[in-house]
């Protein structure tokens, strides 16, 4: 069974543009969350995606979108880069169900470099 | 609005020596979930445990240990006999059962164990 896969791992923009980052939920997960890591701080919540929908937001900017495919991987869009959007950014899948409350499993990350 | 306290941002230990790790939360909600998640340097959290809230009883497994006190709202990690495998930096975090399943992190104590 393939667990959470994230691309890129590693990226690099200028302030002002623009970035897509990719996540796959593991297999059979229909809801996907984002969070954004700061260094040295814990991860916070972007947004959540179930059945294609946005089920949840945390307290970003509308700069911050997503998407969620009907194989229920997912894409996290930021606009107009800032410098403090420098973070690793998890995404985290959960499988469908009542078993599947509030069990998220996270993938390895994608570290955004913004200058 | 819930919130997650680590106050140990960082602790050193001797290999074997057992530790702990505090976490203390608030929420104003009487059903919640709570969770403690390991972070090793490659960056993905790796699940260790989810509480329920109407669910008390203490938790061992192998050298972990896990103790949950709704009068204290505090949900405390114990590593027996510390390994060097065991550094990382350790997250506690809260979810709602109701709603999106958003995790709320604490900010993390980094653990290290010194051979």
């Known amino acids: 069974e393939t667990g959470v896969t994230q691309s890129p791992t590693h990226l690099i923009k200028t302030r002002g543009q623009q970035v897509t980052l990719r996540c796959s939920s593991q297999?059979?997960?229909?809801?996907v969350s984002w969070y954004q890591q700061a260094l040295g701080q814990g991860p916070q919540f972007i947004f959540q995606?179930?059945?294609?929908?946005?089920?949840g937001r945390g307290n970003f900017p509308p700069r911050f979108s997503g998407l969620q495919f009907p194989n229920y991987s997912s894409e996290l869009n930021v606009n107009a880069l800032e410098l403090d959007d420098s973070a690793l950014y998890l995404c985290?899948?959960?499988?469908?169900?009542?078993?599947?409350?509030?069990?998220?499993?996270f993938g390895p990350g994608t570290r955004l470099t913004v200058l | 609005a819930q919130k997650v306290t680590q106050a140990q941002t960082e602790i050193s230990v001797v290999e074997k020596e057992d530790v702990t790790l505090d976490c203390v939360y608030e929420?104003?909600?009487?059903?919640?979930?709570l969770f403690w998640y390991k972070q090793p340097p490659s960056g993905e959290l790796v699940f260790l445990i989810r509480r329920n809230s109407f669910d008390e009883q203490n938790e061992i497994s192998g050298r972990y240990s896990w103790n949950f006190q709704k009068s204290t709202s505090s949900f405390n990690f114990t590593i027996t006999a510390s390994q060097v495998v065991d550094s990382a930096v350790y997250f506690c975090?809260?979810?709602?059962?109701?709603?999106?399943?958003?995790?709320?992190f604490g900010q993390g104590t980094r653990l290290t164990i010194n051979p």
């Open positions: 297999s059979g997960h229909n809801t």
């Open positions: 929420t104003r909600d009487t059903t919640y979930y």
């Open positions: 995606y179930y059945r294609e929908e946005e089920n």
């Open positions: 985290a899948s959960s499988p469908p169900g009542l078993a599947g409350l509030n069990e998220q499993f």
């Open positions: 975090a809260l979810s709602l059962i109701q709603g999106a399943q958003k995790l709320v």
